[in-house]
């Protein structure tokens, strides 16, 4: 198993940046694929972007690429979110996950992931 806490969320203006961190305690932190979700109010959670064991393989939705950047520190047991340009659509409780699979299936399912943490809330202001 592994516990998921994320950090760093706030009130930003439009067009600021914001770095999520997301600490992993428990089991090999490097043997799971991490996620980034969000979800704003009265909508669906969303994929946001994931990275691969050894950060080799990022995927990003569409809407964050060129704005976001996810990575890993394995030696530190944390996943990262940078997040430039801020717009008031990014607004939502971002979630971190964990995906203990082998990387088969979309990465972008939220299904696909077996932990999660319990959300960190942005608010982008316009």
């Known amino acids: 198993q592994v516990q998921l806490v994320e950090s760093g969320g706030g009130l930003v203006q439009a067009g600021g940046s914001l770095r999520l961190s997301c600490a992993a305690s428990?089991?090999?932190?490097?043997?799971?694929?991490m996620g980034w979700f969000r979800q704003a109010p009265g909508k669906e959670r969303e994929f946001v972007a994931a990275?691969?064991?050894?950060?080799?393989?990022?995927v990003y939705e569409d809407s964050v690429e060129g704005r976001f950047t996810i990575s890993r520190d394995n030696a530190k047991n944390m996943v990262y979110l940078q997040m430039n340009s801020l717009k008031p659509e990014d607004t939502g409780i971002y979630y971190c996950?964990?995906?203990?699979?082998?990387?088969?299936?979309?990465?972008?399912?939220?299904?696909?992931?077996?932990?999660w943490g319990q959300g960190t809330q942005v608010t982008v202001s316009s």
């Open positions: 428990g089991s090999t932190f490097s043997s799971y694929i």
């Open positions: 990275i691969g064991w050894t950060g080799g393989l990022i």
């Open positions: 996950a964990a995906d203990s699979g082998n990387g088969a299936g979309s990465w972008s399912r939220g299904a696909q992931y077996d932990y």
